[in-house]
Nanobody, 115 residues
Framework: QVQLVESGGGLVQPGGSLGLSCASSKLTNFDSLGWYRQPPGKQGELFARIVGAGTKTYADFVKGRFTISVDSANNTVDLQMYNLLHEDTAVYYC??????????WGQGTQVTVSS
Protein backbone atom coordinates (compact mmCIF):
# COMPACT_ATOMS: atom_id res chain seq x y z
CA GLN A 1 0.00 0.00 0.00
CA VAL A 2 1.34 3.36 -0.98
CA GLN A 3 1.64 5.81 1.85
CA LEU A 4 2.63 9.42 2.05
CA VAL A 5 3.61 10.61 5.50
CA GLU A 6 4.10 14.28 6.20
CA SER A 7 6.20 15.85 8.88
CA GLY A 8 6.96 19.39 9.89
CA GLY A 9 4.42 22.10 10.29
CA GLY A 10 3.58 24.05 13.40
CA LEU A 11 3.39 27.64 14.52
CA VAL A 12 5.58 30.29 12.94
CA GLN A 13 5.63 34.07 13.09
CA PRO A 14 4.90 36.20 10.02
CA GLY A 15 8.03 36.56 7.94
CA GLY A 16 9.42 33.33 9.30
CA SER A 17 10.42 30.11 7.57
CA LEU A 18 9.28 26.53 7.88
CA GLY A 19 9.98 23.24 6.17
CA LEU A 20 7.65 20.35 5.45
CA SER A 21 8.63 16.89 4.35
CA CYS A 22 6.62 14.06 2.83
CA ALA A 23 8.04 10.55 2.88
CA SER A 24 7.10 7.57 0.79
CA SER A 25 8.86 4.28 0.21
CA LYS A 26 7.44 4.28 -3.33
CA LEU A 27 8.27 7.82 -4.38
CA THR A 28 9.55 6.68 -7.78
CA ASN A 29 6.10 5.28 -8.58
CA PHE A 30 4.71 8.77 -8.95
CA ASP A 31 4.75 10.79 -12.15
CA SER A 32 4.08 13.97 -10.26
CA LEU A 33 4.38 15.12 -6.68
CA GLY A 34 2.84 18.20 -5.22
CA TRP A 35 1.71 20.15 -2.24
CA TYR A 36 -1.85 21.30 -1.61
CA ARG A 37 -3.21 23.35 1.17
CA GLN A 38 -6.61 24.05 2.61
CA PRO A 39 -6.96 27.35 4.43
CA PRO A 40 -9.66 27.51 7.11
CA GLY A 41 -13.10 27.83 5.56
CA LYS A 42 -11.77 27.67 2.01
CA GLN A 43 -11.29 25.11 -0.71
CA GLY A 44 -8.02 23.28 -1.17
CA GLU A 45 -5.53 24.68 -3.63
CA LEU A 46 -2.56 23.21 -5.43
CA PHE A 47 0.40 25.54 -5.11
CA ALA A 48 3.55 23.57 -5.88
CA ARG A 49 4.20 20.64 -8.15
CA ILE A 50 7.12 18.72 -9.56
CA VAL A 51 6.64 16.58 -12.64
CA GLY A 52 8.68 13.95 -14.40
CA ALA A 53 12.36 14.75 -14.60
CA GLY A 54 11.99 17.74 -12.35
CA THR A 55 9.85 20.44 -13.90
CA LYS A 56 8.53 22.62 -11.09
CA THR A 57 5.49 24.84 -11.13
CA TYR A 58 4.17 27.18 -8.47
CA ALA A 59 1.04 29.15 -7.90
CA ASP A 60 1.60 32.87 -8.12
CA PHE A 61 0.81 33.39 -4.45
CA VAL A 62 3.82 31.30 -3.35
CA LYS A 63 6.20 31.91 -6.24
CA GLY A 64 9.51 33.19 -4.95
CA ARG A 65 8.69 32.22 -1.36
CA PHE A 66 8.21 28.43 -1.49
CA THR A 67 10.45 25.76 -2.98
CA ILE A 68 9.52 22.17 -3.75
CA SER A 69 12.21 19.56 -4.11
CA VAL A 70 12.71 15.81 -4.16
CA ASP A 71 15.32 14.16 -1.98
CA SER A 72 15.86 10.85 -3.74
CA ALA A 73 18.30 9.59 -1.14
CA ASN A 74 15.71 9.89 1.62
CA ASN A 75 12.60 9.29 -0.52
CA THR A 76 11.00 12.55 0.43
CA VAL A 77 9.37 15.45 -1.34
CA ASP A 78 10.15 18.57 0.60
CA LEU A 79 8.67 22.03 0.81
CA GLN A 80 10.68 24.94 2.09
CA MET A 81 8.63 28.01 2.91
CA TYR A 82 10.07 31.50 3.44
CA ASN A 83 8.56 34.85 4.32
CA LEU A 84 5.39 33.26 5.58
CA LEU A 85 2.22 35.33 5.69
CA HIS A 86 -0.91 35.09 7.80
CA GLU A 87 -2.76 33.84 4.72
CA ASP A 88 -0.42 30.87 4.47
CA THR A 89 -2.18 29.41 7.49
CA ALA A 90 -3.69 26.12 6.31
CA VAL A 91 -3.57 22.37 6.52
CA TYR A 92 -0.90 21.25 4.08
CA TYR A 93 -1.12 17.98 2.19
CA CYS A 94 1.33 16.24 -0.07
CA UNK A 95 0.06 14.47 -3.13
CA UNK A 96 1.43 11.86 -5.47
CA UNK A 97 -0.10 10.99 -8.81
CA UNK A 98 0.94 7.94 -10.83
CA UNK A 99 0.73 7.01 -14.49
CA UNK A 100 -2.79 5.66 -13.97
CA UNK A 101 -3.89 9.05 -12.62
CA UNK A 102 -4.38 7.58 -9.18
CA UNK A 103 -3.93 10.13 -6.44
CA UNK A 104 -2.43 9.46 -3.06
CA TRP A 105 -2.52 11.87 -0.16
CA GLY A 106 -0.73 12.45 3.07
CA GLN A 107 -2.63 12.88 6.29
CA GLY A 108 -2.14 16.64 6.37
CA THR A 109 -0.14 18.86 8.67
CA GLN A 110 -1.18 22.17 10.18
CA VAL A 111 0.79 25.33 9.48
CA THR A 112 -0.22 28.37 11.48
CA VAL A 113 1.31 31.78 10.82
CA SER A 114 0.66 34.06 13.73
CA SER A 115 2.42 36.49 16.00
Amino acid sequence: QVQLVESGGGLVQPGGSLGLSCASSKLTNFDSLGWYRQPPGKQGELFARIVGAGTKTYADFVKGRFTISVDSANNTVDLQMYNLLHEDTAVYYCNGSNAFREDYWGQGTQVTVSS
